[in-house]
């Protein structure tokens, strides 16, 4: 099916198609504003953006509801913009088409956006639908979630009255998130010298990883391109001596990062050499990532001789050294919620400039000490090699709340409609809920979503059946907050 025409609920999806007309990535999320500002104004409805783009628009209780306690509806307006190798594409300009494969809704060769474009699509239907019987409504569409909450940490919560919040970013469907880790970014910067060289050159490429999100999916087994390149760098650094010119990997804190990519300079009578170490690692690779990462690919290329600035031997030493010695993954799982990872980190982006290593890496922990020990741990490793860290985007957990009247409405209501009990859950992630509690006193919160695979890559997709059981509910929600 081209498009998204004939889906049900007709509203949620003709609003989820326009958003994704509007290119809304991280940092450019003013046009996908002003659209859901002229939305309220049509239907209305009053309205307050800040100057970080975070929006709020409110609707007063319909007949019945006048008292009953305000309820806050919360989504981002950004998305990951993300896409294949090849792929023609312009996340500034150009407009997403979603289809429709099955049950499932994607885009071609690029992130569809349904993080966290539908929870804006199923919030205008709900406000656009005067039929609907509701408590007075607070929904806030914060941005740039996707690169460390930047609109939350900059929204002023005293803009909201309510003290229910039901967050729409989470992805299993009949899964209330009722607990976040805490997380931080930390970006490091490392100095490097450079030399006037004339070698043959060896482009050495990994990928055909799986990526995904770092929170979500950083225990599934997945490859981290920069992690492999590392391992691969240091096996050739170690038996020659070759020279690193350029050297690249992922894109984004929160993405394992998918592929990586490094051109050496070697001297004519070590290309051998090179090329059977990254030949052998290649294939070790292969074989240990042989059931997560199936498609994982080593490749190398020897270009002519070329005089380059290039990193000296003992500084392309020092950064490989380095790279091996940062800690990436799984750091400690929950010892009180069987399966749930407790602290994690990912190395996200690897950027050799002129003058400069740029590294950055994404921590969660739902312990403040052990996210304070991977923190330091990075630090640590920078320092050694002669960098520095700068850590941002701190934010904080969100604790479990047994007695949450936000969790209990929505169990009940997906007991009656759906005749099974919904599960309570916690993710290892940050969501904008933790910073939420943190600054609203008394704050009931429960994040809920539809069924979304592979975000933050060009494979994720978002269900239809899914979608419709989601606005199902919140539908129920709302009635049933009176």
């Not at 490392?190 to 004339?198: C, F, G, N, W």
């Not at 922990?365 to 741990?377: E, F, N, P």
């Not at 606005?471 to 907050?481: A, E, G, H, P, T």
Request: overall charge negative; charged content about 20%.
């Amino acid at each position: 099916m081209n498009g998204l025409t004939g889906l049900q609920p007709q509203r949620v999806f003709q609003f989820f198609e326009s958003i994704c007309r509007i290119p809304h990535g991280s940092g450019n999320v003013s046009a996908l504003v002003d659209y859901c500002v002229q939305f309220a104004e049509e239907q209305g409805l009053s309205w307050t953006r800040d100057s970080s783009n975070n929006l709020v628009i409110r609707k007063s209780g319909s007949i019945g509801y006048e008292n009953s306690d305000v309820l806050i509806l919360q989504g981002h307006t950004d998305m990951v913009c993300e896409k294949d190798t090849g792929v023609e594409f312009d996340f500034e300009k150009d407009s997403i088409v979603p289809f429709v494969d099955g049950d499932w809704i994607r885009a071609n060769g690029t992130t569809l956006g349904g993080d966290n474009g539908i929870a804006i699509a199923m919030c205008l239907a709900l406000l656009e639908d005067n039929s609907l019987e509701h408590p007075p409504l607070e929904v806030l569409f914060t941005s740039d979630e996707e690169v460390g909450m930047l609109g939350a940490f900059a929204f002023d919560c005293r803009n909201l009255s309510g003290h229910k919040l039901i967050n729409l970013d989470s992805e299993r469907e009949g899964v209330l998130m009722c607990s976040c880790a805490g997380g931080a970014n930390v970006h490091s910067i490392v100095p490097i010298q450079r030399e006037s060289k004339s070698l043959p050159q060896i482009t050495l490429e990994i990928s055909g990883l799986k990526s995904g999100h770092s929170g979500v999916e950083i225990d599934k087994g997945r490859a981290n391109a920069n992690v492999l390149m590392a391992r691969v760098l240091n096996a050739i650094a170690e038996k020659t001596s070759c020279q690193l010119a350029e050297l690249n990997g992922g894109t984004r804190e929160t993405a394992i990062a998918p592929k990586s990519k490094a051109i050496l300079f070697v001297p004519a009578n070590e290309i051998d050499m090179v090329l059977h170490i990254a030949a052998s690692i290649g294939e070790s690779l292969k074989k240990e990532y042989a059931s997560t990462e199936p498609d994982l690919t080593v490749a190398t290329e020897v270009r002519p001789e070329k005089e380059a600035l290039i990193l000296t031997v003992p500084c392309t030493k020092r950064v490989v050294q380095l790279l091996l010695a940062l800690p990436d993954g799984v750091q400690a799982m929950s010892m009180d919620m069987l399966g749930l990872v407790q602290t994690s980190v990912n190395f996200g982006v690897l950027e050799l400039h002129e003058q400069e290593l740029f590294l950055s890496h994404s921590v969660c922990s739902s312990m403040t000490t052990q996210k304070k020990w991977v923190l330091d741990r990075v630090k640590a490793a920078v320092t050694l090699a002669g960098g520095d860290t700068d850590i941002s985007g701190n934010y904080p957990g969100w604790a479990y709340n047994p007695s949450s009247v936000v969790k209990d409405t929505i169990v009940n209501a997906y007991r009656s409609l759906f005749g099974v009990d919904a599960k309570i859950d916690a993710v290892h992630a940050g969501i904008e809920c933790g910073l939420f509690a943190d600054s609203i006193e008394d704050l009931d919160c429960v994040s809920i979503g539809p069924d979304m695979e592979d975000v933050h890559t060009s494979r994720e997709r978002l269900s239809i059946s899914s979608v419709q059981r989601t606005y199902m509910l919140l539908k129920k929600v709302l009635k049933d907050s009176k």
